[in-house]
Every structure is written in structure tokens, then in C-alpha cells.
């Protein structure tokens, strides 16, 4: 039986809709539709108007043209993107021989012998390190390479060599893609770090403790039992360090915002910066209800003193902001926090007009 055009398209759908991590449910939302309207399209049993199409390709970050290309694949990745990611991962992996010269050790190479037949929570994976120190720098080199590009499709096309890579060493699409779901967090985590420059220093906790084992740090003791931040500010003044600030570091937000909301307001109460950033490549801060979490207009008030989205297509305001602020706002803070100017109601206009009287 010949396939129809609608069935491609459907097939497609749904195969790029898996590729981004949605539900049906999650992309029905997204498009404004009934979870049962897209099981229908993606079954070929209902066509689109031109305005749904667009509106999955913008979604889905992929050429509407492409959910019509009925040999599309969706691993397939930009090739200069999967060239990067692959120089960068062979950079680790020569580091480490050299290293370890003369001692056996198992990496990860495009020639791999090493089959990875379990995921990370059954086997060690050695290779998870140098995949997630190559995803973090090859991130960066794609965003200081295609400046005017969104960052949202950058993240997109280094899944996709993520997937690809996997895949040639013998990883199927789905356990290459549960891969990429527990290394790219960390190498948010990992790019946001490397953000650092004194005199502040962006710590994980366990770097934190360590510091404080060998260097006296001022508020350390607002964060006695609390073990919920991604990354912690330090900021040294005087040859003295001070704890100023915490940071939540989340690739996409859907429901993190509201998990991690109580904590961040116990830091600001404790008179600490609290921010959260993020890339958001699926849009979801343009959506009122988490707009207005992050600008402090919704019903549970101040959460943030600000959010920072990589995407260019987050629409800013009071607290929302595009991730070029992040840095600016980090110094104006972690310096107000010295100052004791710090509150929970603490904008970097504020400060601003603090500087000015």
C-alpha cells in the first residue's frame, strides 16, 4: 500500500516530537491543540493547515520542509556541529592516554572498540567525563562561531551530534538519547562554570566545601543543611571570601521553576542572590504562567532576583533576562551583598540607583 503524504508527514511528527523529549501531551500544549488532534495527525488519519505546520517546525526547531522528507532522519545532525563535538571529545581522549601512558584505560573515540550495553546507573561509564567536558566547549565554540544563530537550535544540533556519535559506537537512538539526558545538564552546569573570573569563582557544592575546609568564607552558615543549588557565587574582596550568591542551572525548565522555587526563596530571605538560568530552547518562558513566576507577577511573588535565558527569543522584563545580563548582574549583586544592600527585593536597577545617591 503506497503511503500518503499525510502519513509522512505524521511519521515525521512524531519522530522529531520523540527527538525533543516531548509527550504528546507536552507538544499538544505547546500547539494549542488536543492531545487527541496530534495522536491523529502523527497517525496520517487528519492533515494540518499551514499555520499548525509552522507552528510544529518552530516548536520542533526543525525546516517545515524536512516533516515532508520521506527519508528524514532524526538523528541527523549539522555536519560541522558533529566535526566540532568529535575534535573536542578526541582532544580529552589524547589528554588522558597521555596521562595514563602505559596503563590500561577505556575511552571514547568515533573508532571505539568498547561497546556501552548499559546505561550509567548499571556500569560505570568512563566515558562520561570527556563527553560532558566536549558538550560544554563545543557549546561555547558554537555560540562564539554563529553568533546571530538562536543558542536554543545550537543545543538542538549538538544533541543530534551527541545521538549521532553514540549511535556509531554502538548505542541505539533511544539509549544514546537517555545518554544525552544525564550528560547535558552537567555540561550546562559545567559551561555556566567556566563562566568564572575574579574575582568571583562559580562553585559546585562540593567545591564549596572543600573551600571552606581550608579558607574562612563569610555566610557559608546560610547554607547549613541546604544542598539543593546547582552552583554557588564566591566572591573574594579584600582577601577575604564571601559566600554572595546561589544559582540554579537548567537546560530546559518545564517544571523546575516551580520545584526549586521554595529553596530559592529561603536565599533570598537569607538575603543571598538567587538566579536561575537556563538555555529554554523550547520556549517555555514566553508561556505566561512561567513568565510571570520569573518577573515576580505571579501569585507566589518574588522567586527570583533574576532568570537568564540563552534563547533569543525569550521575551525579557523585570527579572527576565537574556543570558548576556547574567555576568553584569552576578558582580552588581555579589557586590551589594558585601555592601549589605542586599534584600529579596533586590533588581540590578536597584542597585543602579543605590551607586547613584
Not at 549511535?167 to 562554570?193: C, M
Not at 527579572?319 to 555592601?339: Q, T, Y
Amino acid at each position: 500500500m503506497k503511503t500518503t503524504l499525510s502519513q509522512v508527514f505524521g511519521e515525521n511528527v512524531r519522530k522529531h516530537r520523540e527527538r525533543c523529549g516531548y509527550t504528546q501531551e507536552q507538544l499538544a500544549e505547546l500547539l494549542g491543540v488536543e492531545s487527541r488532534t496530534l495522536s491523529r495527525i502523527e497517525c496520517g488519519d487528519q492533515g494540518s493547515k499551514f499555520a499548525t505546520i509552522e507552528k510544529i517546525s518552530e516548536v520542533l526547531k526543525i525546516e517545515a520542509w524536512r516533516l515532508f522528507d520521506q527519508k528524514n532522519d532524526p538523528h541527523e545532525c549539522d555536519i560541522e556541529t558533529l566535526e566540532i563535538y568529535n575534535d573536542e571529545i578526541s582532544l580529552r581522549v589524547a589528554s588522558v592516554i597521555k596521562v595514563n601512558e602505559g596503563k590500561e584505560y577505556t575511552v571514547f573515540t568515533r573508532n571505539a572498540k568498547t561497546r556501552f550495553e548499559r546505561n550509567r546507573n548499571q556500569v560505570k561509564d568512563e566515558s562520561a567525563p570527556l563527553r560532558i567536558q566536549a558538550l560544554s566547549s563545543t557549546f561555547r565554540i558554537l555560540l562564539e562561531k554563529y553568533p546571530s544563530t538562536d543558542p536554543g537550535v545550537l543545543w538542538g544540533n549538538l544533541q543530534n551530534a551527541h545521538v549521532e556519535i553514540m549511535r556509531r559506537v554502538g548505542k541505539n537512538p533511544t539509549s544514546a538519547n537517555q545518554s544525552w539526558v544525564k550528560s547535558s545538564g552537567t555540561a550546562f552546569e559545567l559551561f555556566v562554570q567556566k563562566m568564572n573570573k575574579p574575582p568571583f569563582q562559580i562553585l559546585k557544592p562540593i567545591e564549596f566545601k572543600k573551600l571552606s575546609m581550608i579558607f574562612k568564607v563569610k555566610n557559608s552558615d546560610k547554607l547549613i543543611g541546604r544542598s539543593e543549588d546547582d552552583m554557588i557565587v564566591v566572591y573574594e574582596s579584600n582577601n577575604c571570601f564571601h559566600l554572595t550568591g546561589v544559582i540554579q542551572a537548567k537546560t530546559s525548565i518545564r517544571d523546575r521553576m516551580k520545584m526549586d522555587m521554595t529553596h530559592s526563596q529561603h536565599m533570598l530571605n537569607a538575603n543571598l542572590w538567587s538566579a536561575f538560568i537556563t538555555i529554554d530552547p523550547d520556549g517555555f518562558l514566553n508561556k505566561p504562567k512561567f513568565k510571570d513566576l520569573a518577573n515576580g507577577d505571579s501569585d507566589d511573588g518574588v522567586v527570583w532576583h533574576g532568570v537568564y535565558a540563552f534563547s533569543n527569543t525569550v521575551a525579557h522584563g523585570s527579572r527576565l533576562h537574556g543570558a548576556d545580563k547574567f555576568i553584569p548582574h552576578l558582580i552588581n549583586a555579589s557586590e551589594s551583598v558585601i555592601r549589605g544592600e542586599m534584600n529579596p527585593m533586590w533588581t540590578p536597577q536597584s542597585i543602579l540607583q543605590i551607586n547613584k545617591q
